[in-house]
């Protein structure tokens, strides 16, 4: 079994592009900083509101493929 920074690791390796959101009630500090400066990935801090999900969504699928 592996946690979310794990399988997040492991997908970058796998696909640089791959789009990914992430969503926890508690990560530290210097991880949140890692993971949400990658271009195809979001990051939501639980509880979040249903619009939130929806621009984090929105805006993965505008951003398909592209490195910004």
Do not use: W
Not at 19 to 45: M, N
């Amino acid at each position: 079994v592996m946690n979310g920074s794990e399988a997040y690791t492991r997908i970058r390796q796998a696909d640089e592009t791959q789009r990914v959101l992430l969503y926890s009630g508690h990560t530290p500090e210097s991880k949140l900083t890692e993971l949400i400066g990658h271009p195809h990935t979001r990051f939501l801090q639980k509880p979040f509101r249903e619009h939130e999900i929806l621009e984090a969504i929105g805006y993965l699928l505008k951003h398909k493929g592209r490195n910004t």
